[in-house]
């Protein structure tokens, strides 16, 4: 039973730039949220995707978005990238209605020079 | 708005002691508790959780916390702490809303440092 799986696991990337970062759920999960953790900080909340749409939202701005696709998997967005985006990108599955927790992928290292 | 309060940044315990990671949180509603423990590079493993019911909750790996309403509290602990425990520890809350399923708001993380 596979986990939560993210890639890529490590990214490099100059300010301005774009990126794509993907997740694919637990399996049996429909529910997707993610997490921005920079150096020595906890994870923040960026967004959650159920049913294809975003359903919460944290403070981050409109330059962090995302997509989920029919089979629950998700992509998370992030243009014009800032030297402030450097982070551990986490992605969490869980599923809808149950009082199960989240559970959380590896993350994926974003670095910007 | 919700936070998690983690007083302690750095921890550092003798391999076999005992072992208390505190943690406060601020919720207007009833909160869904959560442990994280984080090794380095690498993502966050459930260590336990709390909703309802019995106010000490046991975990995996032998830790165990206690939700004290009253203080705002959801302490981690460890009888007996091994070297293997040396890692990052965070404490969560989310809304408890039928599911794990919205955004949780953590803690800044206690490092827990294992002297032999």
């Not at chain 1, 730039?17 to 049996?28: D, E, F, I, M, N």
């Not at chain 2, 919720?27 to 994280?36: K, R, V």
């Not at chain 2, 989310?94 to 953590?106: Q, R, V």
């Amino acid at each position: 039973d596979a986990g939560v799986t993210q890639s890529p696991t490590h990214l490099i990337k100059t300010r301005g730039q774009q990126v794509t970062l993907r997740c694919s759920p637990k399996s049996g999960h429909d529910t997707v949220s993610w997490y921005q953790q920079a150096l020595g900080q906890g994870p923040q909340f960026i967004f959650q995707y159920y049913e294809e749409e975003e359903r919460q939202r944290g403070n981050f701005p409109d330059r962090f978005s995302g997509h989920q696709f029919p089979n629950y998997s998700s992509e998370l967005n992030v243009n014009a990238l800032l030297l402030g985006d450097s982070a551990l990108y986490l992605c969490a599955s869980s599923l809808a209605g149950a009082s199960g927790p989240q559970h959380f992928g590896d993350g994926t290292r974003l670095s910007i020079l | 708005a919700q936070s998690v309060t983690q007083p302690d940044i750095h921890i550092t315990v003798s391999e076999g002691a005992s072992l208390e990671l505190r943690c406060n949180y601020s919720y207007g509603a009833t909160p869904y508790l959560f442990w994280y423990v984080q090794s380095p590079g690498q993502g966050l493993q459930l260590l336990l959780k709390y909703f309802s019911g019995d106010t000490l909750v046991q975990g995996i790996k032998g830790f165990e916390a206690e939700f004290k309403r009253s203080q705002s509290s959801f302490n981690l602990r460890k009888p007996s702490v091994h070297w293997s425990d040396a890692a990052e520890y965070f404490c969560a809350v989310g809304p408890y809303s039928g599911g794990g399923a919205d955004g949780l708001t953590f803690g800044k993380g206690t490092h827990l440092i294992i002297q032999p």
